[in-house]
């Protein structure tokens, strides 16, 4: 009878164990950010911003765009990916008027990812979104010229062209270039716009992307 307590106990165990241990990337901040949801209702009908640590740290974003109905549901270090993993948890339940993406630029330094993975993932996550939200209007931030990522340079410019080139054949849909207005008028990148890291940005940075989006954005 010990014996089989005994088994039952460890069966359990590496059940717990393995679950534990298969959660899908960032599957504890989505939590975190569901619970949030249950305190403190979220807006009606936001202009919703989604992505990766761009967006994440954004964080004045809802005062920022106060008078858009601004949402912030950023999730640090997330590759596009994830975001469409993610859709049923931080888009589709807010029932967004409107959508602004920073996604991609995490993408970059896997060896394996090319510019053309990046667009195939950006149409994925586009064509995801489209599934439920055909005629919601669309903000597509260019991934950004990071310092830090600078030996990326070249296969975020041509992602950025590929994913440009297939969204402006796409309705509702707004891609917003911030890579060429973070360089200097002789193209190099701005480590002043970045904090300690290079690859997150400080508070000028942001200013360069609010009066970017701003323009586009829908109240």
Do not use: C
């Amino acid at each position: 009878m010990k014996k089989l307590f005994l088994t039952l106990f460890l069966l359990q165990f590496l059940l717990i164990t393995a679950f534990g241990q298969s959660k899908p990337n960032f599957w504890n901040d989505v939590q975190t950010i569901k619970k949030y949801d249950q305190m403190y209702k979220p807006p009606v009908h936001p202009v919703l911003f989604i992505g990766s640590s761009s967006i994440r740290k954004w964080d004045d974003l809802t005062q920022v765009f106060a008078k858009y109905n601004a949402l912030n549901r950023g999730i640090g270090g997330a590759v596009t990916n994830d975001i469409t993993f993610y859709l049923n948890d931080i888009v589709f339940p807010y029932d967004p008027r409107q959508i602004v993406i920073y996604v991609g630029e995490n993408d970059l330094p896997n060896e394996k990812t090319t510019p053309d993975s990046v667009l195939n993932r950006t149409i994925n996550l586009y064509q995801s979104i489209r599934a439920k939200l055909p005629s919601v209007p669309i903000v597509y931030i260019s991934i950004k010229p990071s310092p830090s990522r600078e030996k990326f340079k070249e296969k975020g410019v041509a992602a950025n062209a590929l994913i440009k080139e297939f969204l402006s054949k796409e309705p509702y849909t707004k891609f917003v270039d911030v890579y060429s207005l973070m360089l200097t008028k002789d193209g190099k990148m701005r480590p002043e716009l970045f904090v300690d890291d290079m690859l997150h940005m400080n508070a000028a940075g942001y200013a360069i992307w609010k009066k970017a989006v701003q323009k586009h954005l829908i109240k």
